[in-house]
Nanobody
Framework: QVQLVESGEGLVQGGGSLRLSCAAS????????MGWFRQAPGKEREFVAT????????YYADSVKGRFTISRDNAKNTVYLQMNSLKPEDTAVYYC???????????????????WGKGTLVTVSS
């Protein structure tokens, strides 16, 4: 079992930056692929970025590629999402996730992800 707690909620102007953090419980954090997903009002939860257990492999949605960076610190049981050049369409609740498969598989089917945080709200004004 993994418990995930997100932080970094905020309101930012378009073009600005924000960093989200996700603290994970458990001694096996380094064995999980980790990821960030988001859900905008009236829309389904969607893949944003995932990272392998070692941090060596990352995947990004096309909509955030080049603007967002996912990273992890296994010594601190924490995964991060650095968001730059934010746009109003990035407004959503962002969820941290952990999965026992791979970073690639994790991004394919949101419904199969093993563990979720409660989410943190990011609002980008125009």
């Amino acid at each position: 079992q993994v418990q995930l707690v997100e932080s970094g909620e905020g309101l930012v102007q378009g073009g600005g930056s924000l960093r989200l953090s996700c603290a994970a419980s458990g001694r096996t954090f380094s064995s999980y692929a980790m990821g960030w997903f988001r859900q905008a009002p009236g829309k389904e939860r969607e893949f944003v970025a995932t990272i392998s257990w070692s941090g060596a492999i990352t995947y990004y949605a096309d909509s955030v590629k080049g603007r967002f960076t996912i990273s992890r610190d296994n010594a601190k049981n924490t995964v991060y999402l650095q968001m730059n050049s934010l746009k109003p369409e990035d407004t959503a609740v962002y969820y941290c996730a952990a999965d026992r498969t791979t970073a690639q598989a994790m991004g394919v089917n949101v419904r199969l992800v093993d563990f979720w945080g409660k989410g943190t709200l990011v609002t980008v004004s125009s």
